[in-house]
């Protein structure tokens, strides 16, 4: 049977593979540096991940470590789809490897599609505090796990952690940052106004402009103005 890595390196596109590292900035100093793609689409990358649902954490980790950074996807595409069907006690086990492999969940694409539906998921009615370490790594990408994780619990109105996060993450210095928090202030305004503008109230002489934009993209074009007229005072 083809490998994992075998039938990616059948759908390359040299051509697309230089537009994704220039998108997903992997120049030199970039937040990816180094990152290398083969030119698959996201699509086609799920459709190869179906075929490869059986395999077990020491294989997925294989291919989580790989240079190739939709190998890394495909494999987070399968662990998300295997902790989707799997037992309390395998949840445990795929949570645990998750985070022991997050810095190499290392660009904005893969936390988003991995760490709601799996660190999310698990954590929704369990003690967070591993989320409050993350908030507070040294790398990037454990603080993005930390705030996309919440996104799983607004489902469920469940603000607290998030807007916890999100205080946490109010000096953080990287723009990544700045977006992934105003998409999940975003979406904590989609369930509850409120909540929403009581943290703007609270926050937004402090808030970075890239998160108070996206935080408040869904608002009314007059109140939006309002928004962004004071962040310039």
């Given at each position: 049977?083809?490998?994992l890595?075998?039938?990616?390196?059948?759908?390359?596109n040299?051509?697309?593979?230089?537009?994704?590292?220039?998108?997903?900035?992997?120049?030199?100093?970039?937040?990816?540096?180094?990152?290398?793609?083969?030119?698959?689409?996201v699509?086609?990358?799920?459709?190869?991940?179906?075929?490869?649902?059986?395999l077990g954490?020491?294989?997925?980790?294989?291919?989580?470590?790989?240079k190739?950074?939709?190998?890394?996807?495909?494999?987070?595409?399968?662990?998300?789809?295997?902790?989707?069907?799997?037992?309390?006690?395998?949840?445990?086990?795929?949570?645990?490897?998750?985070l022991e492999?997050?810095?190499?969940?290392?660009?904005?694409?893969?936390?988003?599609?991995?760490?709601?539906?799996?660190?999310?998921?698990?954590l929704?009615?369990?003690?967070?505090?591993?989320?409050?370490?993350?908030?507070?790594?040294?790398?990037?990408?454990?603080?993005?796990?930390?705030?996309?994780s919440t996104?799983?619990?607004?489902?469920?109105?469940?603000?607290?952690?998030?807007?916890?996060?999100a205080?946490?993450?109010?000096?953080?210095?990287?723009?990544?940052?700045?977006k992934?928090?105003?998409?999940?202030?975003?979406?904590?305004?989609?369930?509850?106004?409120?909540?929403l503008?009581?943290?703007?109230?609270?926050?937004?002489?402090?808030?970075?402009?890239?998160?108070?934009?996206?935080?408040?993209?869904?608002?009314?074009?007059?109140?939006?103005?309002?928004?962004?007229?004071?962040?310039?005072?």
């Amino acid at each position: 049977m083809p490998s994992l890595r075998s039938e990616l390196s059948r759908l390359a596109n040299p051509f697309k593979a230089t537009l994704l590292q220039g998108f997903f900035k992997t120049g030199k100093g970039e937040y990816a540096e180094g990152d290398v793609f083969l030119g698959i689409a996201v699509p086609e990358t799920r459709k190869v991940a179906k075929n490869f649902t059986g395999l077990g954490l020491k294989e997925l980790e294989k291919s989580l470590h790989s240079k190739f950074h939709e190998e890394r996807l495909a494999a987070l595409l399968i662990l998300a789809e295997k902790f989707r069907n799997a037992s309390e006690k395998e949840r445990k086990r795929i949570f645990d490897f998750y985070l022991e492999n997050a810095r190499f969940v290392n660009n904005w694409d893969l936390v988003d599609l991995s760490a709601p539906k799996i660190a999310g998921e698990f954590l929704l009615d369990k003690n967070r505090a591993v989320l409050y370490r993350l908030a507070k790594s040294k790398l990037i990408w454990e603080r993005r796990i930390a705030v996309l994780s919440t996104f799983a619990f607004l489902r469920d109105s469940d603000f607290n952690d998030c807007i916890a996060i999100a205080e946490l993450l109010l000096e953080d210095r990287h723009d990544l940052i700045h977006k992934a928090v105003g998409w999940m202030l975003r979406e904590v305004g989609k369930k509850d106004m409120k909540v929403l503008e009581n943290f703007l109230e609270m926050h937004w002489k402090g808030m970075p402009r890239t998160m108070l934009r996206y935080s408040i993209e869904k608002f009314p074009e007059k109140e939006r103005k309002k928004w962004l007229s004071r962040a310039l005072v």
